[in-house]
């Protein structure tokens, strides 16, 4: 088993930053590849950004390529995703995910989720 927290989710105005942190416990975390989901009021829970378990290759959705930025640091367990030039468009319950398959966008690929962490981006 895998545990994962997510916090670092709060209010901000459009063009403002956060930092979303996933802190894991349990089982290697350096085993897994990791990602970041959203799901907004009313949609699909959707794909925003993957952290091979070796924090070589990263991988972000078209929406928050160039705003988003995902990493991990296996020594502290923990993948973050910083998040730049936000718009309300971004306003979702962001979760963290932990699985096997390599760089998958599919959200049936990961094993563990966390609770998730709203983030609301004002206008």
């Known amino acids: 088993q895998v545990q994962l927290v997510e916090s670092g989710g709060g209010l901000v105005q459009a063009g403002g930053s956060l930092r979303l942190s996933c802190a894991a416990s349990g089982r290697i975390f350096s085993n897994y590849n990791m990602a970041w989901f959203r799901q907004a009021p009313g949609k699909e829970r959707e794909f925003v950004a993957a952290i091979l378990w070796s924090g070589g290759n990263t991988y972000h959705a078209r929406a928050v390529r160039g705003r988003f930025t995902i990493s991990r640091d296996n020594a502290e367990n923990t993948v973050y995703l910083q998040m730049n030039s936000l718009k309300p468009e971004d306003t979702a319950v962001y979760y963290c995910?932990?699985?096997?398959?390599?760089?998958?966008?599919?959200?049936?690929?990961?094993?563990?989720w966390g609770q998730g962490t709203q983030v609301t981006v004002s206008s």
């Open positions: 995910a932990a699985g096997r398959v390599l760089a998958s966008t599919v959200e049936d690929d990961y094993d563990y």
